[in-house]
């Protein structure tokens, strides 16, 4: 899945894709900025992105499908 974290009073927006389901990421998002604290994703590569909670715009989540390699449409 791709993720899109706005970070506020930063230009550019951090981007990464993770093994993760969307219902995940939104509670780690929800409970990091209820907490205050950090919302912590790891990417599929196995790197991890840590975002203070405070400091989230937005987050957007792409949709859950694979990839499909190639031209066709099956």
């Known amino acids: ?23 995940e990421v939104l509670g780690l998002v929800n409970a990091a900025i ?10 599929d590569k196995g790197r991890r992105v840590i975002v203070p909670g405070n400091q989230i715009g937005y987050v ?3 949709a859950e499908n694979q990839r499909r390699v190639g031209f066709g449409v099956l």
């Open 60 to 62: 957007e989540l792409g």
């Open 34 to 43: 209820a907490e205050g604290g950090a919302l912590d994703l790891a990417d």
């Open 1 to 23: 899945m791709d993720i899109k974290i706005g970070i506020q009073n930063v230009a550019r927006e951090v981007t990464l894709e993770s093994n993760q389901t969307a219902e």
